[in-house]
């Protein structure tokens, strides 16, 4: 697909009327984590703040990391996870997962930490009402990475996914190791074949397979299913997903086994074909209680590329054999499977497969219910971050200034907005709204061009909309 050379950035369109208002916290390449009001105002830089994701805690205080691991000795490997207040004062880290001693770097604790942390008090990484994550105490849950073998899935070394639960003062008291539970996650054989020639290779530490790539993680929390008698939703049970396998999933936390599973395969059943493939889905979470759709899944369904299995024309070796270029949010029922409500680039506006491309991110990106009914959505690959209404309307979107220098995207992993009552430091912003510009009247000439200087009026062509094709037919060739 094309791409622009120049487009506007910054806060595009807003109707402060029809938006949950608050202040939303990201990523910025290549700068740090950066908060910015509704009008796209940068209100406060954490320089040098890493976020795999960025998040905020009641106070105006924020989580992220200090430093990533060199890419030759680990893939996405987080130094740290830690807290800072408003003036950048560490308040908590933890780095003691696993002592490190790379080649020709200096020996070093890590936390390995990728993709995914939450605090206690809070089921997710975003405002939930009536929780709230704690900021001077409790534990916290994190992804993490460490490096093993496991015959049942390859003979190569593997870069396996691991959750882990810490203490306030650093203990670890929980964890749970990805690829112990291989068998219960619903390989076929084809899938296997595959998975142990090609266990999704890195080229970080002479060749690591990303097996699974799990990229989110949190707790249920307090759900109607459970309430109703369903012990596959204990409040404390993990939902995570495995980028590249496909697969969304809950971990039973006392016993450590997976008690309920969408994919690998979503040909299985005529629920899962009816719910439709999920492809490199990133942000699985259930709605916390509280917010509208309490219960239901939320997720951004990628599609792109992922997955194991047999070949076919865009996947000849049967590596990342699921394929789909264009991207939907997805809200269903963990129960039915039924699809409560999503968006899609034909709900977008993009009418026709042709253009479904527009609505695209392969890889990264995120969703989050708001307390209004809204949504807000983080198209990654882009740098655009939308809030739509449940009727699919964008009345708020943002597109990322922020450039890489070393690599010149302005990709964004994951956003969230909080209250403005978080930031006690701040008074609340001026809310200003933002017309959505007409793209054929917007001009960096300052004229449309759609009003030509001269107009040459053809003689023997018939007036033609161009709805039913793409050229004027003269008369006398219909």
């Not at 740290?80 to 080649?103: M, S």
């Not at 008090?121 to 916290?140: F, I």
Request: aromatic fraction near 12%; glycine fraction near 10%.
């Amino acid at each position: 697909m094309g791409y622009p050379s120049v487009y506007p950035t910054g806060t595009t369109i807003y109707d402060p009327d029809k938006c949950w208002n608050g202040y939303t916290i990201f990523q910025a390449r290549e700068v740090g984590a950066s908060l910015i009001d509704m009008n796209g105002n940068v209100v406060q830089v954490w320089e040098g703040l890493k976020g795999f994701p960025n998040s905020i805690l009641p106070g105006g205080y924020v989580m992220g990391s200090t430093g990533e691991r060199p890419m030759q000795f680990g893939f996405q490997d987080q130094i740290d996870l830690a807290q800072v207040d408003w003036d950048g004062n560490f308040v908590w880290k933890f780095d003691r997962y696993e002592y490190i001693e790379d080649p020709g770097e200096e020996p070093m604790w890590m936390a390995r930490q990728h993709h995914d942390f939450q605090r206690e008090g809070c089921p997710v990484g975003y405002y939930v009402p009536g929780m709230e994550p704690l900021v001077d105490r409790g534990n916290t849950l994190m992804v993490c990475h460490k490096n093993l073998r496991n015959p049942k899935i390859s003979d190569k070394l593997l870069l396996d996914d691991t959750i882990i639960e810490v203490t306030w003062d650093g203990e670890i008291v929980w964890e749970w190791i990805c690829s112990e539970h291989f068998d219960e996650l619903g390989f076929s054989e084809a899938a296997k074949n595959i998975m142990s020639r090609n266990p999704s290779m890195r080229p970080s530490g002479g060749g690591m397979g990303s097996w699974m790539h799990m990229n989110s993680m949190s707790v249920l929390g307090p759900n109607r299913w459970y309430e109703g008698g369903d012990e596959r939703f204990h409040p404390e049970n993990i939902i995570w997903d495995g980028r590249q396998t496909n697969i969304i999933a809950i971990t039973d936390k006392k016993k450590g086994n997976v008690v309920w599973r969408v994919g690998p395969d979503y040909d299985a059943t005529p629920e899962l074909r009816e719910l439709g493939w999920i492809i490199g889905q990133h942000h699985a979470h259930m709605i916390p209680k509280g917010l509208p759709g309490a219960g239901n899944i939320l997720v951004f369904d990628n599609g792109g590329w992922a997955g194991y299995g047999l070949p076919n024309p865009g996947a000849p070796t049967g590596y990342n054999n699921a394929l789909r270029d264009y991207s939907r949010v997805l809200e269903f029922d963990p129960v039915t499977l039924k699809i409560a409500w999503q968006f899609t680039p034909e709900l977008a506006g993009f009418e026709g497969p042709a253009n479904s491309y527009k609505f695209y991110s392969p890889f990264i990106s995120s969703a989050q219910r708001l307390p209004n009914g809204n949504t807000l959505i983080t198209e990654g690959s882009d740098g655009r971050i939308i809030e739509v209404t449940p009727e699919h309307e964008i009345v708020w979107e943002y597109i990322s200034p922020f450039w890489g220098k070393k690599r010149p995207v302005n990709i964004l992993y994951r956003s969230y907005r909080v209250p403005y009552e978080w930031i006690p430091q701040l008074a609340k912003p001026e809310e200003k709204p933002i017309e959505r510009l007409e793209n054929s009247e917007f001009s960096i000439t300052g004229g449309s061009p759609k009003k030509a200087q001269r107009v040459i009026k053809m003689e023997g062509v018939r007036d033609f909309s161009g709805e039913s094709g793409f050229c004027v037919i003269p008369e006398d060739e219909e």
